[in-house]
């Protein structure tokens, strides 16, 4: 696959400036161009100004904002794009100004340069129709605001090459984006589904059934979120909708089209007026229109092979920020009450049909079922991706026992030579699902928590016996559980961007999927003590020099260090290995006298004051009962093999669950700091 080291980005108002500086901001140097050098230097402005916001929020060193401002170029000459890697086109939502701006690319830039475009509302195939490289030409459809907001749509049209979508998505990679792919259709997949919901207000509100602050109560309760459809239009601006639903209307039919009363609240100028009292009688009403709207919309899209279910739930937890995609929010209503407010809506406007998907569920008479771990093989590599993202990839049942089935199937394949695991998104996993455990807590099912661990043990087993190498890619943070799966694989590659860590004692439990184990197998009891006790993180530097990672590269040579490690030996994971003299006093910290100290609340001795004092401030912070576990079981594990040592730490998972700390600490996720009793 091409390298890709320098993009230009067209236009720098608001959507422009904010793609170059994410990508800037994630290592990409970026050509950033307008027509005139008063509009560049504004863009730059902007970005320069949001940084500093940055710094102030301590998001950002000066030193990170002087870095990314430094691989900005920017200018008005288009001439500077001859030679860029991809160029995003960010001018306004015009076909004509596009085409022209494409047709001009078309002739500056080098026959590699692949083209893309960030159009909200028209077909990349026309865009594409432009050039003279329609294989080169892809969709690239980013979210406000694209420096903070994380989702990116990729459209490839009927024409664009298989090489030009990896590329698209592998950019997407790069400046970590979470990247949906979406079919070349009428506003793709987010705004499909979600203007409706604005037009299906604005409906509400003309057939006066209720006022607009009811409407606005109605929509944040029924979806969860912080603005209804008229505060969101006042915010973005009511043209915007306009535009987006007379495109969507015009293409789809009526049931996307422009109400009336929205387009004369476009002419007078102003914004729509959200005072007035609530009308609690009318909020089911209401809630049952704006789902009929909404979920009707996201089931014909899925359909019509616009996206998968997967992606447009992700699509809205992402780059809408709720809390529930549209097919989560029909398996909570339950698929018959959805088919039935869907079925209302091909009922009020004619020309909208009965989605095919919401037909067979229906029939089906069960809820949708997600598939939140992907499976990709090429030339030998089986490539295992847990694709949840929105949820920064956390292990729950669902994810453990399809990530088992995908394993188990690519072991099983004889085209198979290696098998990677990844996460998509900025993390790799972020430890697991806590609600799972507090759910069962509460509800006395400690024995389901067991059998859940138990099961996890037995695949991570599998994972680090395979006969075919197993590599695990840490190009973002993991935690807890992912760093268990991670250390379970036979390598790791990494970014500098990758991290290992186990919180748990701060949450009241134990890491109980083997990292207690794996870590002092590689690097020493006191070490491993020290990172578990404090929740200290291990940077993938310190990985490397641990000899805990196999390789350390930047995110460009991640695909290439992939491969040279996965058609390589198999690493002596337990080799003996000489730990670095830097690490010695956090070894020490956690000796056995003192460990004595600690958990008595003393500080460590025979190491220096400061990182003394740093060691019991951390260790002060977490669960007493989990500690003391966690002392007892390395000692324990030490002395036995690794299945024996599963079995030890499998012994001791009732009781920790069971304590009160337990429940405190998991509880507390998110939430103020708990104080633990020592019960």
Not at 434 to 452: E, H, L, P, Q, S
Not at 610 to 630: F, M, Y
Not at 648 to 659: A, D, P, R, V
């Amino acid at each position: 696959m091409k390298e890709i080291t320098t993009i230009g980005v067209v236009g720098a108002g608001n959507m422009g400036s904010g793609i170059a500086q994410k990508l800037a901001q994630e290592g990409l140097n970026v050509v950033l161009v307008d027509m005139k050098e008063e509009f560049v230097q504004r863009g730059i402005g902007t970005i320069t100004k949001i940084l500093g916001q940055g710094v102030e929020r301590k998001i950002f060193t000066s030193e990170q904002v002087n870095e990314t401002l430094g691989r900005i170029n920017g200018t008005a000459d288009m001439k500077a794009l001859s030679a860029v890697d991809l160029v995003i086109e960010a001018v306004f939502e015009d076909e004509q100004v596009k085409k022209d701006l494409f047709k001009k690319l078309d002739a500056i830039c080098s026959p590699d340069t692949i083209l893309a475009t960030n159009t909200s509302s028209f077909y990349v195939s026309e865009m594409a129709k432009a050039t003279n490289r329609p294989d080169r030409f892809v969709g690239m459809h980013y979210f406000f605001h694209p420096a903070k907001n994380r989702l990116l749509e990729i459209i490839p049209h009927d024409g664009t090459s298989e090489e030009t979508v990896k590329i698209a998505l592998e950019v997407g990679r790069l400046h970590a984006k979470t990247t949906i792919l979406v079919k070349d259709g009428s506003g793709f997949c987010v705004n499909r589904f979600f203007s409706p919901l604005l037009t299906e207000s604005v409906h509400i509100l003309s057939e006066a059934i209720a006022n607009i602050a009811t409407i606005e109560e109605a929509a944040k309760r029924a979806y969860n979120i912080g603005m209804g459809a008229f505060e969101l239009m006042n915010v973005t601006g009511i043209p915007i909708e306009v535009h987006a639903s007379t495109t969507f209307g015009r293409e789809l039919g009526s049931f996307y089209d422009t109400p009336k009363l929205l387009h004369e609240q476009m002419q007078s100028g102003k914004n729509w007026d959200l005072s007035g009292e609530v009308d609690e009688t009318k909020m089911e009403e209401i809630q049952d229109r704006l789902y009929g709207a909404c979920l009707g919309a996201a089931a014909a899209l899925v359909s019509e092979g616009v996206a998968s279910i997967e992606d447009t739930d992700r699509g809205a937890k992402v780059g809408l920020r709720w809390q529930q995609g549209p097919f989560e929010i029909m398996n909570r209503l339950g698929i018959d009450k959805s088919f039935r407010l869907v079925e209302a809506m091909t009922r009020r406007y004619s020309d909208f049909r009965m989605p095919e998907i919401l037909v067979k569920q229906k029939a089906l008479g069960k809820p949708f079922e997600f598939q939140l771990v992907d499976l990709a093989v090429a030339e030998g590599i089986a490539t295992i991706t847990i694709n949840r993202p929105e949820a920064m990839n956390a292990l729950n049942e669902t994810v453990v026992s399809q990530l088992s089935q995908k394993f188990d199937a690519a072991v099983a394949d004889p085209a198979v030579k290696a098998i990677v695991f990844r996460g998509a998104g900025k993390a790799f996993v972020a430890g697991a699902d806590i609600r799972y455990f507090i759910d069962n807590i509460k509800k006395g099912r400690n024995d389901d928590t067991y059998a859940f661990t138990k099961k996890g043990h037995e695949f991570l087993l599998r994972v680090e016996e395979s006969p075919k190498i197993t590599v695990a890619v840490l190009d973002g943070l993991s935690m807890g559980g992912g760093s268990e799966l991670a250390l379970a694989c036979q390598a790791i590659v990494a970014t500098p961007a990758g991290s290992m860590s186990f919180p748990e004692t701060a949450i009241g439990i134990f890491p109980g999927l083997g990292g207690m184990i794996r870590s002092a197998r590689q690097i020493g009891t006191g070490l491993a003590k020290y990172y578990v006790f404090t929740g200290k993180t291990i940077s993938a530097r310190d990985g490397v020099d641990l000899g805990m990672i196999a390789r350390l590269v930047p995110p460009r040579e991640l695909e290439q260090a992939i491969a040279e490690v996965c058609s390589g030996k198999k690493p002596e994971k337990y080799r003996p290995r000489e730990i670095p003299a830097r690490f010695s006093d956090l070894s020490k910290t956690c000796s056995a006298e003192n460990v004595k100290a600690l958990l008595a609340g003393k500080k460590p001795e025979s190491v220096p004051e400061s990182l003394a004092e740093a060691t019991l401030k951390a260790v002060s912070r977490k669960a007493p009962l989990a500690l003391k576990t966690v002392d007892e079981l390395i000692d324990a594990q030490e002395k036995v093999s690794i299945r024996e040592a599963i079995d030890l730490e499998l012994g001791q998972l009732k009781y920790i669950f069971s304590t009160e700390d337990a429940l405190a600490g998991l509880s507390s996720v998110g939430g103020k700091p708990p104080r633990y009793l020592g019960k």
